[in-house]
């Protein structure tokens, strides 16, 4: 069976998961945030090399203060209590999005996390927080701009260098979870070849279980890459 490279996972409908309970948005957060770590085992037991999880975009600032400041608690509970176990279970931990929003000591915190693991062998966690694919876009060409840089030395792999996914694959999986069908401006220049899946199970829910469906139909996928030939599926 062909295994993606890279999975990606837009971790949506936590409030709906909340709401359908009559339990406050942060329950449904905080049951959110728990699946991370079993979703990441399973993904590592499966020969995936790297998960990108959206977390926080940058469109999710516009949300209340409140929910805002409980997601980063989460994040920042993430980074204390399942850190720990990654060393164990050799999984890297990588943030893509920038902390520039967050304060000194999370910052630290995050940096402390990604430099624990840093030498762990099996699967890359990305942690995608405040995280937006324009706002990554127009970092890298504001970048590329800064260092006069040449016309004709702008390519596509000097543009994908720029990323704050550089060194990773592309994207071959995408899944988004809570029944929407938008990809809400989460890896858009990464998945240009993604398989999408989408589906109505809600990320406090999403299992071991959805996982293998999601990887099972992406078994089944031609992918072509604009060519004729269907032979390859990976
Ligand atoms: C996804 O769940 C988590 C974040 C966006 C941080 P939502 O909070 O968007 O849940 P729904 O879509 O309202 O159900
Ligand atoms: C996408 O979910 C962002 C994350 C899962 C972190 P949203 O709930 O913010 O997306 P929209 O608003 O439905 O597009
Ligand atoms: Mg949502």
Not at 98 to 119: G, H, M, P, S, Y
């Amino acid at each position: 069976m062909s295994i993606p490279r890279h999975v990606a996972i837009v971790m949506d409908g936590n409030g709906r998961w909340a709401r359908a309970r009559r339990l406050p948005r942060a329950a449904g957060h905080e049951r959110g945030v728990e699946r991370i770590h079993e979703v990441a085992l399973a993904c590592a037991r499966r020969g995936v090399e790297y998960l990108s999880l959206y977390a926080f975009s940058t469109e999710n600032w516009n949300r209340p203060r409140r929910e805002v400041d409980g997601l980063l608690r989460l994040l920042s509970a993430l980074m204390d209590r399942d850190v720990k176990t990654y060393v164990q279970d050799n999984l890297r931990l990588r943030l893509v999005g920038t902390v520039e929003r967050l304060d000194r000591a999370f910052q630290e915190k995050v940096q402390a996390a990604i430099d624990l693991t840093r030498d762990n062998t099996g699967l890359t966690v990305c942690i995608a927080f405040d995280y937006g694919s324009r706002d990554e876009i127009t970092r890298a060409a504001r970048e590329l701009a800064a260092g006069g840089i040449r016309p004709e030395q702008v390519t596509e792999e000097v543009v994908s260098q720029h990323l704050l996914t550089a060194g990773m694959p592309d994207v071959d999986l995408l899944v988004r979870c809570g029944g929407e069908i938008r990809l809400s401006n989460f890896l858009l220049w990464q998945s240009a070849y993604a398989e999408l899946y989408f589906t109505e199970v809600l990320w406090p829910d999403f299992g071991e279980k959805e996982l293998d469906m999601a990887l099972d139909e992406f078994a089944r996928r031609s992918r072509r890459f604009g060519s004729l030939d269907s032979g390859g599926s990976s």
